[in-house]
């Protein structure tokens, strides 16, 4: 086994380790579980989402619903790789990991700032093991959470930024989030900044060396 091949190994084994006490966490008594995340896969490219809907949790994985076509639709059209291949070759994250429920005026509800802090040390542990190379953040909040940014999608979108998270120095590749309920990604300057955003997903080398496995 080369020694690539050995730190890969090592890495989806202390993953799996990990995610064995996420599955545990009942930090947030308001969160409606299960946990959900993607797989243990040691990949330089770590996508970061928000948090669950009502239907993830069913299907034992991220992005799992209509929101989750849209996402792979993009990635797909940025790098030629299926929704099959991208979840067997990128980590998928989130800023919280079990569903928030149903706000009181519609939709789903915001987690809460104790919330996304009881999961915060999942994340650094994650990123400390797999020291990526290229983190997507997917959405407002997983934007916040990555870069500090509260501000303008239009600001981050479409350009790559170069930050410390959580100690690792990295490429940051912001997207919109791809819910429905979101006109952003469907009119401009958001179309145009999308495309800009995909283009420089696919040319990463962190995205070509995960797909590449």
């Known amino acids: 086994m080369s020694r690539s091949s050995a730190g890969a190994t090592r890495r989806a084994q202390q993953l799996r380790a990990l995610h064995v006490t996420l599955d545990a ?121 990555v870069l500090g940014h509260s501000g303008r999608l239009v600001e981050i979108v479409g350009a790559t930024r170069r930050t410390s998270y959580h100690g690792v120095d990295v490429d940051v590749i912001g997207l919109p989030h791809p819910s429905g309920a979101s006109t952003w990604h469907r009119t401009e300057p958001g179309i145009g900044l999308l495309a800009s955003a995909l283009e420089l997903i696919g040319a990463h080398p962190a995205v070509a060396d995960a797909l590449a496995r």
């Open 25 to 145: 966490c009942t930090r947030c008594p308001l969160m409606i579980g299960p946990v959900v995340h993607g797989p243990a896969v040691a990949s330089p490219v770590l996508l970061v989402g928000q948090a669950p809907g009502p239907r993830e949790g069913g299907f034992g994985r991220p992005f799992a619903w209509t929101a989750g076509r849209t996402l792979f639709r993009w990635l797909e059209s940025a790098t030629g790789a299926d929704e099959a291949r991208v979840r067997e070759r990128i980590y998928f994250a989130a800023v919280a990991r079990c569903f928030p429920g149903k706000a009181k005026g519609g939709g789903d509800r915001k987690p809460s700032p104790e919330e996304i802090a009881n999961c915060r040390p999942y994340l650094a542990q994650e990123t400390s093991i797999l020291q990526p190379r290229l983190v997507i953040p997917v959405g407002t909040m997983a934007i916040a959470e």
